[in-house]
């Protein structure tokens, strides 16, 4: 175990594979009585080393636990949770193929259930946003504002061009709009992602996200700044936008479901802002206990670079439409 700097609590690095079968669950294993956590249910791995790479770790882990060998993964997800007596800092790893019979070497129970039924179950607190975000498009588009381009009906464009390009998770953003406009936009704008089986937040007060029938709410710096408590029940999303270590904390303390952290490179809209390039994104992501979409000068094409460096997806304006 290692102290981060500024931390109270030691922090233990884990890593965790995702694992599917023929019918698309995913593998949960169950704590065994006297370790930290029994009786809940995980994703299968453990404890990595100081010698190993995260890669590595889980390799072994799920041969010591699995009795597999794994042949390819991918890094998916990372975030960091902070129990009352630890730090607990999780890399998640698609695993795309392994070879061997799955069972559990150390006794364990295993269960193959789906993201619905993993709903139901006991889970450590830091697997929660994990589970939610088995249900988020790993590319968030986010809207240029009406005044931008030629009116709304130019915003409804861009969104077809993006739902072409395979994307399935939205912002609305129209800060140049009043609250008629944005509803009559809103009402069009949450029909077409209906129809393609598309979420979408609205960027605004979170009262606005039932009256238009969106799937949640975006908040902006200062609208995380401004709530108390988590704006919306869990029937919604709830993100945020952050640019610091004290917004992914916070956010992670209200309990939102994922945030956009930027801006990663420098973009037109926000020239004269620091960078923070892909290593000052990865040393802010360690403080999230929430899943992280890069923001500001990324591309859909981004996407294994964020993961790489500890995000979830990567979100956007211009390249996305």
């Given at each position: 175990m290692k102290r981060e700097a500024g931390w109270s609590l030691e922090l233990i690095e884990v890593v965790a594979g995702v694992l599917r079968d023929a019918r698309g669950r995913i593998l949960l294993t169950q704590r065994p009585p006297g370790k930290h956590l029994a009786g809940t249910w995980e994703f299968p791995g453990g404890k990595r080393e100081s010698n190993e790479t995260g890669r590595e770790a889980l390799g072994r882990e799920l041969a010591e636990e699995l009795g597999i060998t794994v042949r390819s993964v991918r890094p998916w997800l990372a975030l960091t949770h902070h129990y009352p007596e630890i730090a607990v800092r999780l890399q998640l790893y698609t695993v795309d193929g392994w070879r061997g019979e799955l069972h559990g070497r150390e006794g364990q129970a295993l269960s193959w259930v789906t993201v619905e039924e993993m709903n139901a179950l006991p889970m450590p607190a830091a697997d929660r946003p994990i589970v939610r975000a088995f249900g988020l498009g790993d590319r968030y588009a986010i809207t240029p504002d009406p005044g931008d381009l030629d009116g709304c009906d130019a915003i409804l464009d861009w969104t077809r061009g993006a739902?072409?390009?395979?994307?399935?998770?939205?912002?609305?953003?129209?800060?140049?709009?009043?609250?008629?406009?944005?509803?009559?936009?809103?009402?069009?704008?949450?029909?077409?992602?209906?129809?393609?089986?598309?979420?979408?937040?609205?960027?605004?007060p979170p009262e606005l996200a039932a009256a238009s029938g969106a799937d949640g709410v975006h908040l902006d710096a200062a609208g995380l700044d401004r709530v108390t408590a988590r704006p919306l029940s869990g029937d919604y999303l709830v993100a945020a936008s952050c640019h610091d270590d004290a917004g992914l904390v916070r956010a992670g303390e209200l309990g939102l479901d994922f945030v956009t952290l930027s801006q990663v490179r420098t973009t037109l809209g926000h020239p004269r802002a620091t960078a923070l390039g892909w290593e000052g994104f990865e040393r802010l992501c360690h403080s999230s206990p929430l899943p992280v979409y890069a923001l500001g000068g990324v591309a859909p094409g981004d996407l294994e670079q964020s993961r790489e460096h500890g995000g979830f997806g990567v979100a956007g304006i211009r390249a996305f439409g």
């Open positions: 739902l072409e390009r395979g994307i399935r998770l939205f912002q609305l953003r129209a800060k140049s709009l009043d609250d008629v406009a944005l509803a009559d936009l809103a009402r069009d704008f949450g029909a077409l992602l209906a129809d393609a089986d598309a979420r979408w937040l609205i960027n605004g």
